[in-house]
């Protein structure tokens, strides 16, 4: 049985733009547009051309995309104005686009409230726009901007306004979910009396998420028949965002509802990429990308409990509705308070570590972390430091060198434009196979100095830590008062661009910081394979 076609329609740099805290500049807007078309996205929606100057900028030539149709939204003319001399419609049409996007409105109660406009004249502005667009060879849409509930206000004109667009020639007529407040049996039941009146394959859905429904809300739309869907990559979009299409490409991929029935430009190759797009995304965005997000989330294939890490050991299918790596996430078993015996066997076979499932000092490994967790480590966030905990355990980390004495001293100063600053100055002692190295260094903080001094000079281990470098740091105070513990989180990164995460806990913080420090150091050399 043959399936149908499904059109994906990417608003990212359009609708996702209006996030709070997202600017794209030109060069973003150019990067993600290619990351789109190679990922198998049928229409990438560029922006607004005329609105402000770096969508009329990225308009003024089309990028080399190879799939994707390079979309350009606007206005339909405005009310009084012919199509011929309105600068909206200029805009629309001078822009090196393949396919307009039109927005209008199809609310009686918007028509009449926000344009100040009869709903002839609205009418006759979606005709005149669609008719001019298309008689210049564009390929056009129309989003019906409030359709649910206009429908569910005045259905006659909310049906007449996409009835407008399609009569006059529009390839797409999408239903927009504008205030995001729609239920999914309601987009079925009224998307299901749309294509009654419009052909489904000519029906789309736009869906934004003020009710954390507008992924269900878009596929409510499919099984009643659209076939276009319009979202934004990790559900950019403003106020509550977009229907995601990080977990709408997956589902209807993988779910067999939608996969039997459909197919989509996306294929399982591309749709292996989507956890670094994703990722790609946030990172251009300085964005920390949400751990718990559907598929794509760092924790989405995560186990964290004993009963639940056996299972996932014998058969993944027990507590993973897909298989990660069809995504291009992975499968993870922390070791925390929580874990057992199988989730820490599971993170040794992870790490490469050699073990015998009968050796007792596996429950010793179980038994240490616990209590060590339960003085304020934790693990589950911390990959590097267990490995380390557990090749310390199982006796197969060498003493690489010994810190016999390490001192921090921050003091204010005035530096030669006579401007006061603050520095510190650490020193660390270590003894490398009875070399004693004394190394100083100075940094903008006591543990920027403390990294800097660590990793000056460790004698015949230098060589492997010289692309070490740390690029996150993070404290947390456990418990108040003046015994407070402090949590020291250390993330550092190779010269392969392999990152890792360690940790240190104490009442002192530059205590915490420097376990955690040391760690990542130790991690490095056992990782570059060091000799002993």
């Known amino acids: ?101 039109f927005v209008a409105k199809s609310s009686a109660y918007q028509v009449r409230v926000a344009l100040e406009t009869t709903n002839e004249e609205n009418l006759a502005s979606i005709r005149d726009s669609v008719t001019t667009a298309k008689a210049a060879g564009r390929e056009v849409m129309l989003d019906c901007e409030h359709f649910f509930d206009g429908y569910k206000e005045n259905p006659d004109f909310a049906l007449a306004c996409a009835k407008a667009a399609y009569d006059s020639g529009a390839r797409w007529v999408v239903l927009c979910d504008t205030n995001g407040g729609t239920m999914p049996h309601e987009i079925e039941t009224i998307v299901g009396e749309v294509v009654k009146h419009i052909p489904g394959d000519h029906v789309g859905i736009h869906a934004h998420n003020d009710t954390e429904q507008a992924v269900a809300n878009s596929l409510a739309a499919v099984r009643a028949g659209a076939r276009q869907i319009q979202g934004t990559l990790n559900g950019l979009g403003e106020r509550c965002g977009n229907a995601n299409l990080c977990s709408l490409i997956p589902t209807l991929r993988l779910k067999r509802e939608f996969s039997d029935a459909f197919e989509i430009g996306v294929s399982s190759d591309r749709m292996a990429t989507l956890m670094k797009v994703s990722r790609t995304l946030d990172d251009m965005l300085n964005r920390a990308p949400n751990r718990h997000a559907p598929y794509v989330g760092e924790s989405a294939f995560v186990t964290k409990t004993g009963i639940h890490a056996s299972a996932v050991l014998k058969d993944p299918q027990t507590y993973e509705h897909v298989s990660p790596e069809a995504v291009g996430n992975h499968r993870k078993v922390l070791v925390s308070d929580q874990a057992g015996r199988s989730n820490v066997i599971a993170e040794l076979e992870r790490a490469g570590i050699p073990h015998d499932k009968n050796d007792p000092k596996l429950l010793r490994l179980v038994e240490e972390m616990k209590e060590r967790e339960a003085a304020g480590y934790a693990y589950e966030s911390a990959d590097a430091s267990f490995e380390l905990l557990a090749r310390r355990t199982l006796g197969k980390v060498p003493e690489y060198f010994r810190v016999e004495q390490f001192d921090v001293n921050v003091e204010q100063r005035y530096n030669a434009n006579g401007q006061r600053v603050t520095v510190a100055m650490a020193v660390v002692k270590v003894d490398v196979a009875g070399e004693r190295l004394i190394s100083a260094a100075e940094g903008n903080g006591p543990v920027n100095a403390l990294d800097v001094a660590l990793r000056k000079d460790l004698g015949k281990y230098q060589k492997y830590i010289e692309g070490l470098k740390l690029i996150d740091y993070r404290v947390r105070i456990l418990n108040g008062g003046t015994e407070a513990v402090t949590r020291v989180l250390i993330e550092s990164e190779d010269e392969q661009g392999e990152s890792w995460t360690t940790i240190g806990v104490s009442p002192n913080i530059i205590d915490a910081s420097f376990q955690a420090l040391m760690d990542s150091v130790i991690y490095k050399l056992v990782k570059s394979g060091a000799p002993a």
């Open 1 to 101: 049985m043959s399936r149908e076609r499904l059109y994906l329609f990417d608003t990212t740099l359009r609708d996702g733009a209006q996030t709070n805290g997202v600017d794209f500049t030109l060069h973003d807007k150019q990067i993600i547009a290619q990351m789109l078309d190679q990922l198998g996205i049928d229409y990438v929606e560029g922006g607004y051309p005329g609105a402000n100057p770096t969508d009329s900028e990225f308009f003024a030539e089309r990028p080399k995309l190879e799939h994707a149709s390079f979309t350009a939204f606007g206005m339909t003319r405005r009310p009084g104005r012919s199509a011929s001399n309105d600068p909206g419609m200029a805009a629309l049409l001078e822009a090196k686009a393949d396919a307009i996007c």
